[in-house]
């Protein structure tokens, strides 16, 4: 409890600069009966300044490229979008 393993194989690392790259991972769980006694909820942003904004925004990385803004999470447009979704999943 308190504890778990996750198992990569054959993890292309080209795109991560060659490097094992950092990962973060949430489990979660509903919990029946505590969806009624929730009154608010606060979304603190991450340290982003477009964490909030639901529309995608990138920025310009140099020589014609961009760069996600505020999208780090593959579940949804932008993260604000896929915190949301979880939350109401929940």
Do not use: H, K, W
Request: hydrophobic share 45%; aromatic share 8%.
């Amino acid at each position: 409890r308190g504890l778990a393993y996750v198992v990569f194989e054959r993890l292309a690392l080209a795109e991560f600069g060659n490097r094992v790259p950092q990962f973060a991972f949430e489990v979660i769980r509903p919990v029946s009966g505590l969806a009624g006694m929730i009154r608010a909820v606060c979304l603190i942003p991450g340290s982003t300044e477009f964490g909030l904004d639901p529309a995608r925004v990138t920025e310009d990385s140099g020589f014609g490229t961009t760069r996600p803004a505020n999208r780090f999470q593959l579940q949804a447009g932008t993260d604000v979008v896929a915190s949301l979704d979880a939350l109401q999943a929940l």
